[in-house]
């Protein structure tokens, strides 16, 4: 860990009650937890006998709720379709301590769901539903509507644009924010996808995937060298016009662009169950420094931590700020272990030249 590490209880203290207004795509992570002791006689395939579900909010509002977990003061804007599972989705929202009143419905939409089948804690398929069209105008605008009115309410001391491509975060819609919010002084942190990638420009902070970055740069960046990577990640920082840029590496860690040179940070050593949803927790993390003005190095390394602890776990999970505190503590104190251990190796070795030198003067 760097020198830029913060105080710990300091950052985490900061965090409470920051209003975070999140804007995308809300969905369902439903996992279907089954067994197997038959085949059909329909067909040469297993017949799945369903245990127990588990429905977990996924998408922006898995962000809204490692948001509220960090101790922030989450705000949703979205629209689910008009059925079961978005009435769900409200409830869950409900169940979890946060307002679903900036959500809106919409009949001609299907809610997302994304239906994992595991049996013995493995994924063995996924079936989804979902809408992935742009929504009408109409619903773009009372979304805007609820959007500017609740930004005038609460003042949120950030926004996050979470997009997963299911057509919540138009073209219009973004161009909008954007250029209102930056009118207000309120910094955009964006979690883009694959369509509407450019849209993004002059955000505050843009944090695109190890994917997303390759498929804007045409080619895949996975196998490059540190250096040849920092280059990549430099045309894309320039290439959007934004205060800071963040690419996340899976295991290679992140890189962290911004008002000071490019910055690798390495990821820490995990036992990683499941990637789902660690980039919820990392923009989660970042949006929170950022509210703050904190030093972006040091809150780039938090939120490479928070990252790495959802992936121990199986399913979309969000941070458990417990487990950060204790996890970020535990690193720091093995960093400055090791910085000090260092100096006293390498303390006789100054002393000698030192002795040298003056004798040679």
Not at 82 to 97: C, V, W
Not at 221 to 231: A, W
């Amino acid at each position: 860990m760097s020198k830029h590490t913060p105080n710990i209880s300091s950052i985490f203290s900061q965090f409470r009650d920051v209003d975070v207004v999140i804007v995308g795509d809300i969905m369902i992570d439903r996992y279907l937890h089954s067994e197997t002791e038959r085949m059909s006689a329909e067909a040469p395939v297993p017949i799945w006998d369903v245990q127990r579900v588990d429905n977990r909010l996924g998408g922006a509002a898995n962000v809204a709720l490692n948001i509220k977990k960090l101790g922030g003061r989450p705000h949703i804007i979205s629209v689910v379709g008009d059925d079961q599972d978005g009435h769900l989705l409200l409830k869950l929202l409900r169940e979890q301590g946060m307002s679903p009143s900036g959500v809106g419905l919409d009949k001609s939409r299907k809610s997302t769901v994304k239906n994992r089948v595991i049996s013995k804690n493995n994924q063995i398929f996924r079936f989804d539903y979902e809408s992935r069209e742009d929504l009408e105008e109409k619903v773009e605008l009372a979304l805007l509507d609820r959007f500017f009115s609740l930004i005038d309410d609460v003042k949120p001391k950030v926004i996050i644009l979470e997009d997963y491509n299911k057509g919540v975060l138009t073209q219009k819609i973004i161009a909008n924010i954007i250029h209102h919010t930056k009118e207000r002084d309120i910094p955009v942190v964006v979690d883009p996808k694959f369509k509407n990638f450019l849209e993004y420009q002059n955000c505050a902070l843009f944090k695109p995937n190890l994917k997303e970055a390759s498929y804007y740069l045409d080619t895949d960046i996975s196998e490059l060298d540190d250096n040849m990577l920092i280059e990549a990640a430099t045309a894309i920082h320039h290439a959007m016009s934004c205060k800071h840029t963040v690419i996340t590496l899976s295991d290679r860690g992140m890189i962290l662009i911004g008002e000071e040179m490019p910055i690798l940070l390495p990821a820490y050593k995990r036992n990683i169950a499941d990637v789902s949803g660690a980039g919820d927790t990392v923009v989660s993390v970042l949006a929170c420094g950022l509210a703050l003005g904190l030093d972006m190095t040091a809150t780039a390394e938090l939120a490479n931590i928070a990252g790495g602890l959802v992936c121990e776990k199986p399913g979309v999970q969000a941070v458990n700020l417990k487990e950060l505190v204790d996890e970020t503590e535990t690193i720091f104190n093995e960093a400055l272990e090791h910085e000090v251990n260092k100096l006293v190796k390498e303390a006789p070795k100054v002393v000698e030249e030192k002795q040298k030198a003056d004798a040679g003067s």
